[in-house]
Nanobody
Framework: QVQLVESGGGSVQPGGSLRLSCAAS????????MNWYRQAAGKQRELVAS???????KYGDSVKGRFTISRNNAQNTVYLQMNSLKPEDTAVYYC?????????WGQGTQVTVSS
């Protein structure tokens, strides 16, 4: 069993930046992808960004060029650097580890972008 704990959320003005962290209680090397999802109020959860064990990244169209996903295997942590934030980025952000026959979700962290 692995626990994923997100942190770094908060309130920020449009145009601002936040860095989210997803810390795993065990090795993230067991996951072939680490992912960030988000869910805004009244909307379906959507993929924001993902990174493979080989550091191949993928981004949702709405965040390309603004968000960057990265991983630190030594610290068992995945990051999401979010720049040029917009009100439509407001959501609960979740971390998901996908392994062979196992998926683990974190509890989520709230990001609010408002003036």
């Amino acid at each position: 069993q692995v626990q994923l704990v997100e942190s770094g959320g908060g309130s920020v003005q449009p145009g601002g930046s936040l860095r989210l962290s997803c810390a795993a209680s065990g090795s993230i090397g067991r996951f072939y992808t680490m992912n960030w999802y988000r869910q805004a109020a009244g909307k379906q959860r959507e993929l924001v960004a993902s990174i493979t064990s080989g550091d191949v990244t993928k981004y949702g169209d709405s965040v390309k060029g603004r968000f960057t996903i990265s991983r630190n295997n030594a610290q068992n942590t995945v990051y999401l650097q979010m720049n040029s934030l917009k009100p439509e980025d407001t959501a609960v952000y979740y971390c998901l580890g996908v392994g062979f026959g196992e998926n683990y979700w974190g509890q989520g962290t709230q990001v609010t972008v408002s003036s």
